[in-house]
């Protein structure tokens, strides 16, 4: 009896150590996109998004990688107290939108869902109108439940190619990766947040003019959307009137438009009673008020485009939908957050190079330092005192035609060196988890950091800035200070 006993022990155990080791494995395995890897950085906005408390978000935003880069929810909150989430992601078709408000509905209990109708239309040959890269990137993050095993399930039949088992145990699908994987692969916690609430701005300007749709006055051109989508969408509106939403239908600047989109667009949402917003129509786009290149608010918006477009619908969802302002502790203790990462992307724009080494100097950074060619001849006496300031020591007055390298870091202080000939200079930082190697020659300057190369490589002083809150590079520039001590990226 009592080694029947001990062999019913000893199974359960190792059963139980057989189910945690495979769902270690497959968290493990499975790709993450965090703000540290990707422009659309789903791993940790939906896994934020499991975070917030219950009925906390009146607002959310659904649709392809367009609505990722142009809905701020921080923005919307700090301007007009409305509290909201991106739920988007790259290439998010219609089918899983549906499924994303499903999932989010059982936390979550919306005044207002706004989805973007780009993927209304067909996209790919794929019956979910989506890749299975983009499709896994939008469900594997998504918890198990009937919602999610319904979800798979219709993938399969959409698109028979796809096993579902792949989707039960992902490593069936990833198990490649185990040659490559990264810190955060390991430590999980580190793609569990994203206090940008799902947001993630490109940082390019846009182009320098933009027509935007005005009507022809052609009331018999028709855009069909593609089949399956309209059925999900017809799915969305009727689950929204069920848990009384109110459903807003939009579409953004850049996406395909014409009379036979809009017509279609315009009938459906008379059709179904739902309010529809064509802000590529030139009525709309005005009253958005983006300032072209700078502020791109066309096709993937820059993080000023996305600021002049967020305030706009924050406007509009409270005029129109009277949609509360709530003070909420989610959202007023990321607000220092979402500055920094502005101050982020706003030094990318900056060339003055005094400006840059004030903006530099926070605790945060660690900036790396390499020169190529002739890099002081440029240096006025105020730019030398600017150095100094930040930190360095040496005496570019007698360094003419030398090589130089440098690292200001908050944990270690700085270290540089300068010397006549080639120079390198290797070290770790981040606590020891990563390492640089910094090269200065007359013809040649290097910056690797973790293997990868950052210099921009240009004639002058080449830096590279390293957010130890973020855990990555956010800008690299080169400072021609053989000359005018102009930033160059």
């Known amino acids: 009896m009592r080694t029947h006993l001990g062999n019913i022990i000893r199974s359960a155990v190792f059963l139980f150590l057989l189910v945690i080791s495979l769902y270690y494995i497959n968290e493990m395995l499975l790709p993450k996109y965090t703000l540290k890897n990707n422009l659309w950085p789903m791993t940790s906005s939906y896994n934020q998004f499991y975070q917030m408390e219950e009925d906390s978000v009146d607002v959310l935003f659904l649709g ?3 609505v990722v880069n142009a809905f701020s929810p921080q923005e919307i909150y700090d301007t007009y107290g409305i509290r909201s989430y991106n739920l988007a ?14 999932e989010a509905l059982r936390y979550q209990n919306p005044q207002v869902v706004v989805l973007d109708t780009r993927f209304l239309f067909p996209q790919h040959l794929e019956g979910t109108n989506t890749i299975e890269p983009m499709t896994r990137k939008c469900l594997d993050p998504m918890k198990w439940s009937s919602v999610k095993a319904e979800a ?9 190619v796809q096993s579902k088992l792949s989707y039960y145990l992902t490593n069936i699908r990833f198990h490649s ?6 810190e955060q692969d390991i430590l999980l916690s580190q793609s569990q947040y994203s ?9 390019e300007n846009g182009p320098e003019t933009y027509t935007p749709y005005t009507p022809d006055g052609n009331e018999e051109a028709f855009v069909p959307p593609h089949q399956a989508m309209l059925e999900y969408l017809d799915r969305m509106v009727e689950l929204c009137k069920e848990e009384g939403i109110t459903l807003m239908l939009i579409s953004l600047p850049g996406n395909t438009m014409n009379d036979g989109v809009n017509n ?9 009673e739902v309010d529809f917003y064509n802000l590529d129509q030139k009525l709309w786009y005005d009253q958005i008020g983006a300032k072209l290149p700078e502020e791109n608010a066309v096709g993937h918006d820059n993080l000023w485009g996305a600021i002049k477009i967020s305030r706009f619908l924050g406007k509009l969802l409270q005029e129109e939908y009277h949609v509360p302002a709530v003070e909420d502790p989610q959202y007023e203790k990321t607000r220092e957050f979402y500055q920094r990462f502005k101050e982020n992307v706003a030094l990318t724009r900056i060339t003055d190079m005094a400006e840059y080494l004030q903006t530099i100097q926070k605790d945060r950074y660690t900036v790396f330092i390499a020169m190529r060619d002739e890099g002081t001849a440029g240096l ?10 930040f930190g360095l020591q040496t005496d570019f007055s007698d360094k003419y035609g030398w090589s130089y390298c440098a690292v200001v870091s908050p944990e270690t202080g700085v270290r540089e060196e300068a010397v006549q000939g080639k120079l390198q200079l290797d070290g770790r930082f981040r606590d020891r988890r990563s390492e640089y190697c910094l090269l200065s020659t007359g013809y040649n300057s290097s910056i690797l950091i973790d293997g990868v190369e950052y210099s921009a490589n240009y004639g002058g002083m080449n830096m590279v800035v390293y957010d130890l809150e973020l855990m990555k590079v956010i800008d690299s520039v080169c400072f021609h200070t053989h000359r005018s001590c102009r930033g160059e990226r």
Do not use: H
């Open 264 to 272: 279609m667009l315009t009938s459906y949402s008379q059709e179904k």
């Open 380 to 389: 006025t006496e105020p730019l030398k005192e600017e150095l100094r300031a």
């Open 152 to 160: 798979v399930n219709a993938v399969c039949e959409m698109d028979p």
């Open 89 to 102: 992601s790259e290439e998010q078709s219609i089918f899983l939108s549906y499924y994303w408000l499903k």
């Open 195 to 203: 206090e940008l609430k799902g947001f993630s701005p490109t940082m």
């Open 64 to 66: 392809s990688s367009v």
């Open 177 to 182: 990766r185990w040659t490559f994987l990264e």
